[in-house]
Structure formats: C-alpha cells, structure tokens
C-alpha cells in the first residue's frame, strides 16, 4: 500500500461546480498535512495546510479525519483559473525534513 | 522579489556526460532540498540540506552529488551513473520547521 493514496482523476467539472478530492494516508503518526496545487509543467505550490479543527480559505475547504486517516479538500464554485493537479502532502513524525507526495489528482474546470 | 532560482530551465545532454543544475535562493532558509518528478510518479527526493556544509542522501541518491558552501546555493549535480536521468528536477528550500516548501521553476533535463 502506499503511503499517501490520491484518486488520479481527472475530475472535469463545468464552471460553478463544487468538487472534492480525498486522500488517504498510511501512516497513523503522521502530522502535518498539507494540500499544493501544480499548474502543467510548473513548480508546486502550497495551497493550504491541513488543521486537525479543519480550515477554510475562500473557495477552498480542507479537513482532517485522523481516525479514518483521510484528508480532503473541497473547491467550491469552481473557476477555469482552477484547472491544476492537486498534490496531497503528509509529513511523518520523527524526520523534519521528510514529506511523502501524493501523486496529485488532475481538475479540469471547463465552460 | 524572494525567491528560488534554477537554471538552466531546460537541459540537453549526451549519455555519459555530468550536468550540473543551479539552484539559488534569497529567502534566508535553513533548508534546501532537490526532487525529481517523473510522469506518473510522485516527487521523490533526491538530497537535502539543513545547514550550510551539511547534507543527506533523500530516498534516491544514487548517482547524483550535491553541494552547501554557502547558504544561498545547493546546486546538484546529475553523474554519468544515473541510469535514467531524464527528469524534471525541481529544487525547494524552507524555513527550520520544514512546513512549507517554496519551490524554484524546476529545470528539465534530456539525455539523448
């Protein structure tokens, strides 16, 4: 199994759409949680950390179910300008510097 | 602006031949780290730094060899003994917590 699960997609959704992805982890020490967002052939970038409370930033929700060990994110209203791969992102307990990356799940946003 | 620079931004080379890619960032971070990203695979890392003149092999360091003189740089370079180099190499850097990375616009290596 590996560590940190995503469903590839790709999720195409029409303009407004609200959409959610999941990702799972198999690690139950794991820690921090984090959600970055990939353009086509571009670096990744932070989206948003996942908080053991949950968090909301605009558009964007993320949530944590440690018991079940998933995190998800949801995109509300969804616009064109959010058509990207979505990397999930886990860090373990007991190395700083090691994060574990999802394989990312594809969105196309379409007209 | 603050920032991770690399270079070049695309990269052919022969078999057999040693590349270097540059990586230099202004932020003042701590920690710099080198991934690979490969079709179809998550990013996988290659070194790590967390302090100038320090450095730790990631999960596939064979064949590669990296450098932290200086606080700002940590450039890689790609030997001869990598088997499939062919890759987009992405360089990060972050603050002592090692939360969020900020990432460079990665450089795409082609071995013919």
């Known amino acids: 199994r590996k560590e940190v699960e995503q469903d590839p997609g790709p999720f195409n959704v029409p303009e407004g759409a609200t959409v959610a992805f999941n990702c799972t982890y198999s690690?139950?020490?794991?820690?921090?949680f984090f959600w970055y967002r990939q353009d086509c052939r571009k670096e990744p970038k932070l989206l948003m950390s996942?908080?053991?409370?949950?968090n909301e930033d605009g558009r964007f929700t993320a949530q944590l179910n440690r018991a079940s060990q998933y995190i998800s994110l949801l995109i509300r209203d969804s616009k064109l300008s959010d058509s990207a791969t979505y990397l999930c992102v886990v860090k373990n307990a007991g190395n700083n510097r090691k994060l574990i990356w999802g394989l990312g799940t594809s969105l196309a946003v379409n007209p | 602006d603050g920032g991770i620079t690399q270079s070049p931004k695309y990269l052919f080379r022969k078999e057999g031949q040693n590349v270097t890619l540059s990586c230099e960032q202004n932020?003042?971070?701590?920690?710099m780290y080198w991934y690979r990203q490969d079709p179809g695979q998550g990013l996988r890392l290659i070194y790590y730094s967390q302090i100038v003149n320090d450095f730790q092999k990631g999960d596939i360091a064979e064949g590669y060899s990296v450098s932290r003189e200086k606080k700002e740089s940590f450039p890689l370079t790609v030997t001869s003994a990598q088997k499939n180099p062919t890759a987009f190499y992405l360089c990060a850097s972050s603050t002592g917590d090692g939360g969020e990375l900020f990432f460079g616009e990665g450089s795409r290596l082609t071995v013919l």
């Open positions: 690690n139950s020490a794991s820690q921090s």
């Open positions: 932020l003042n971070h701590d920690a």
């Open positions: 996942v908080y053991s409370s949950g």
